[in-house]
């Protein structure tokens, strides 16, 4: 009688053990598909339009501005037909604002800081060579350095050609800010991150003008725990 009983015991401790095991592996199962699911949120939010912008410059894209912009998504050729004033940003060119005027069919004016000049910047011609292909009816260009564009607004006034830019860089900095939520809340892993966001994460690391823009508007130090996650 005492060894059935000492069997039974041994059988029911198997059985909650088993249990406890089922139930463990479940969890561990649940936890995968909502982690899987948060990160397929994540990746789809990072094609958003809202960010296009943002990393098409980061990723030394030519990006225009124009009226009517709303009207074409920004995924899609500027129409050669265009011939309104337009403001361009490239994360190369070589001074912080200036523009392009044309005079006549073939002559053309420039302007860096309100003065005029027979010619554009010499680091910046290869960029207006491009946009005047790309934009031949075009009268009229402003172009904005990265560093410009993302200045303190409280230097200067900041207008709604560049508006069209920043909120897009905003877009970008407030999906990184919610990446470094779900990295320290162990929502989805390092490894993750890696596999899916590390090629741009770095192109922002890298652009002095985009971390002076968290420095003033982010918390800075949210973006330097990420970067130490990521390998050299």
């Not at 406890?20 to 789809?44: H, M, P, V, W």
Request: hydrophobic residues 40%; positive net charge; contains cysteine.
């Amino acid at each position: 009688m005492g060894g059935l009983t000492s069997f039974l015991q041994v059988g029911g401790f198997l059985i909650a053990i088993l249990t406890i095991y089922r139930a463990l592996s479940e969890f561990g199962k649940t936890n995968l598909l909502q982690r899987a699911k948060k990160l397929e949120e994540l990746i789809d939010k990072f094609k958003d339009k809202k960010l296009y912008v943002a990393k098409r410059v980061l990723d030394d894209f030519l990006v225009v501005y124009y009226e009517g912009v709303e009207s074409v998504p920004p995924d899609t050729p500027v129409p050669r037909s265009l011939s309104k004033p337009v403001t361009i940003v490239h994360s190369k060119l070589s001074t912080p604002e200036w523009q392009m005027l044309r005079k006549g069919k073939r002559s053309w004016s420039f302007k860096r800081d309100g003065l005029k000049s027979q010619t554009p910047p010499r680091a910046d011609r290869r960029i207006v060579g491009v946009v005047r292909a790309t934009l031949p009816k075009v009268d009229e260009f402003t172009f904005i350095s990265l560093p410009y564009l993302l200045r303190n607004h409280k230097t200067s006034v900041i207008a709604d050609s560049e508006v069209y830019f920043r909120d897009s860089f905003d877009e970008l900095l407030d999906f990184y800010s919610l990446l470094i939520y779900y990295l320290r809340n162990e929502i989805i892993t390092i490894r993750e991150v890696k596999a899916h966001f590390q090629f741009h994460l770095m192109s922002v690391k890298e652009c002095g003008a985009l971390m002076e823009y968290i420095r003033i508007y982010y918390e800075e130090t949210d973006f330097e725990w990420l970067f130490k996650q990521l390998p050299e």
